[in-house]
């Protein structure tokens, strides 16, 4: 195939599939805390826990679709399927809002609401972005920037998202909210339409054979047999081992025996044991040669790194909509901004700069000086650091209730921006080319748990949001105000780049290995 040509316009359906379910995730997001604060009036720490739990099961259940779109469905049919189970969580979200002033109705629609978008996530998130690699032969060069392209369909639908959805939904009044889940709903069907509509004609691989139909079955009929009994001893492997590493995080080992899990987490303790369990019943398979579990472990120890960085990252949607909403000075001129606006800062930074980064790495290819994806990976947690460094520097000596420019905010989301893109979007190509095929959707899977893990501390750490002059403290750091809050994230990304880029050469070497 030359690949002098443009892209194939696959890609571009693709971009505009996930446009939309970043469009529906997003304008939910930038609402999601502060509904639940303002509308449902949970206080922050338990709306925190809330998001943690939701945001990681989100990036939990990819291991569920990656698995049945890889042995049952397809990609395709399990997009189509997750694109309308979110939809209609996003509608129960919508009746949620309807009747907020009835607590306990309001909030078992919320939950039933993100109990559906948790799940077809699962079949929507892992699918589409490994249908976007099998649109180019194994040795195309154009696949770092193909998932760079990619990256910015998320960005796209992640800006006009807060814009839409924050305009009819973050009114300041509690009764509005209905409308930001109705416009999420919306976009999500959009998305579905367009992708079921298009599939056929455009989702094609290089010689022009359809991509993400339903797998074929080849074994005879005793390979079967064999391969049965195989992948169920691995899923009772799964699934006693995550139920036992659950029960072991969830002990209150200070508690007595009759209050042994008192206050457990649960959410949480399944979320880590999944992170553990999954990765290593992957890697254990007997299939894998040698080589391919070398690059499997590179994509599993570069996950462990990401974990910190979106940790981190996303304090957008949790701890950074409440500094955005209580002490960032939001008016241009005579007109407030609303809070939620900020959350599209990033993603406009990123639909910008997503082209120059692009040129960048092709520049620096050609030259033979481009820096190895572990090696990008770390110089992303390092701007992610400064990002944060940043604005606590911003915020020192601010007393509780005062308000600071937004300079500082939207200083720390362009630093945050150009982190990202050194980081997203390689990470999925790098998922991608390391991956076996016959594990590619799975693998996917496990990249996304590490996202599911980060979200879920994401919202631990939102917790620790100074609030009332109280102060706590984090594994013996203590938190007194905004300034020491930043500077925890200071610290846990900087040692996280530092240690990743000590690592970044040998990791290079395990990524060529054959």
Not at 460 to 467: A, D, R, T, V
Request: with cysteine; proline share 4%.
């Amino acid at each position: 195939m030359d690949t002098t040509k443009g892209h194939p316009k696959g890609l571009y359906l693709l971009f505009v599939t996930e446009m939309w379910e970043r469009f529906s995730y997003y304008g939910m997001r930038a609402l999601f805390m502060l509904y639940m604060v303002q509308a449902l009036l949970f206080d922050k720490e338990t709306a925190s826990q809330v998001y943690g739990s939701y945001t990681g099961l989100v990036y939990l259940t990819p291991l569920i679709g990656g698995y049945i779109a890889d042995r049952y469905w397809g990609n395709r049919r399990s997009i189509v399927v997750g694109a309308l189970t979110m939809a209609l969580g996003q509608f129960l979200l919508f009746l949620s809002a309807c009747y907020f002033r009835e607590a306990g109705l309001a909030q078992y629609l919320m939950f039933c609401g993100l109990g559906l978008l948790v799940l077809g996530n699962g079949f929507f998130k892992p699918n589409i972005s490994t249908m976007v690699g099998r649109l180019y032969t194994d040795n195309d060069g154009r696949k770092d920037s193909a998932f760079t392209i990619f990256y910015m369909g998320v960005n796209v639908g992640s800006t006009l998202a807060p814009l839409v959805c924050g305009l009819v939904g973050n009114t300041g009044h509690p009764e509005d909210f209905k409308w930001g889940f109705l416009a999420s709903c919306i976009g999500m069907l959009a998305g579905a339409a367009v992708f079921q509509a298009l599939k056929d004609k455009y989702i094609r691989d290089p010689e022009g054979n359809p991509v993400g139909t339903v797998p074929e079955k080849k074994e005879d009929a005793s390979e079967k047999k064999t391969a049965r009994a195989y992948s169920s001893a691995r899923v009772w492997l799964m699934v006693g081992g995550t139920v036992a590493l659950t029960l072991l995080f969830s002990v209150n080992w200070d508690a007595d025996a009759a209050h042994l899990f008192a206050g457990a987490d649960w959410i949480g303790s399944l979320i880590y044991a999944t992170t553990i369990v999954m990765p290593v019943v992957i890697i254990a398979d007997r299939s894998l040669s040698r080589s391919e579990k070398m690059r499997i472990g590179v994509i599993y120890i570069i996950a462990f790194f990401v974990i910190f960085f979106w940790a981190a990252y996303e304090q957008a949607g949790a701890s950074l909509t409440f500094f955005a909403d209580e002490q960032t000075d939001r008016h241009i001129g005579s007109w407030e901004m609303p809070a939620s606006y900020f959350q599209s800062f990033n993603p406009i930074m990123i639909v910008l700069l997503a082209p120059a980064f692009a040129s960048v790495w092709s520049f620096l290819g050609k030259k033979g000086i481009e820096p190895s994806s572990p090696c990008k990976q770390a110089i992303g947690l390092f701007l992610l650091s400064l990002g944060y460094l940043y604005i606590a520097f911003g915020v020192r000596g601010v007393e509780p209730g005062m308000k600071v420019s937004m300079v500082w905010l939207a200083g720390l989301y362009l630093i945050h921006t150009m982190g990202e893109l050194c980081l997203a979007p390689i990470g999925l190509s790098l998922v991608y080319k390391l991956s076996p095929v016959r594990f590619s959707s799975l693998l996917m899977g496990v990249w996304y748990l590490s996202t599911s893990a980060a979200n879920k501390f994401a919202g631990l750490l939102s917790g620790y949001y100074p609030e009332g002059g109280a102060v706590r403290s984090f594994m013996g750091y203590r938190i007194e105000n905004l300034f020491d809050f930043f500077m925890l994230f200071v610290f846990m990304s900087g040692a996280a780049a530092i240690v990743l880029f000590l690592l970044s050469g040998k990791l290079q070497k395990m990524m060529e290995t054959h």
